[in-house]
């Protein structure tokens, strides 16, 4: 079983905002899979279906960014999932606009939600996509510059960067992390 959680903050305020980048990264997968039959579970929305043989789990806690642990550790706990078999995809602020960048492990990089994964998985032995939303510009505070929409100039290329996700996402089900790293 694989699991792929997209973190976000749930709530139509934050549906496209630049914290977001996980759980819409997660949509734009579920609807490529056909995996559309969502319910909440783990306080989390959740999918489970089947892509080519390989069972797998799209969720997107519903606890707010900082407490995403505690959905991530009630589904692997409920469906025995190891870590290996996670993957994590969340907005990146050290990452300019559009970029992704695919890790098998790794630090929280100062990023809350996935701080709290480490901390209520015990590890940071998952995989995680990053997805770059850069940096505010000027003296805007980054809890103002992720809880905002993108501007016209930055939402060109966070589409076409969550559009590029769905193939890594798919590739990782498929489980190509090789082909990933390349």
Not at 35 to 56: C, H, I, P, Y
Not at 91 to 103: A, F, Q, S, T
Not at 137 to 166: C, F, H, R, T, W
Request: charged content about 20%.
């Amino acid at each position: 079983m694989k699991l792929i959680v997209g973190l976000g903050n749930p709530g139509e305020a934050y549906a496209n905002t630049l914290h977001n980048m996980g759980f819409r990264a997660v949509d734009l997968l579920s609807n490529h899979l056909q995996a559309t039959l969502w319910r909440e579970k783990f306080k989390a929305d959740m999918v489970k279906s089947k892509f080519n043989g390989q069972d797998f789990i799209l969720l997107k806690p519903l606890t707010f960014m900082n407490l995403s642990g505690q959905s991530v550790v009630a589904c692997t706990s409920f469906f025995k999932i190891e870590l290996k078999d996670m993957l994590v995809v969340y907005d990146d602020l050290d990452l300019p606009v559009g970029k992704m960048r695919y890790r098998e492990n790794g630090g929280h990089g100062g990023h809350n939600g996935i701080r709290n994964i480490m901390e209520q998985c015990g590890s940071s032995q998952f995989a995680r996509l990053k997805l770059g939303i850069g940096r505010p510009k000027g003296k805007q505070a980054v809890s103002d510059y992720v809880l905002n929409k993108p501007n016209q100039e930055n939402q060109i290329a966070i589409d076409l960067m969550l559009e590029n996700s769905v193939s890594i996402l798919d590739m990782f089900l498929q489980n190509k992390t090789i082909r990933i790293q390349n």
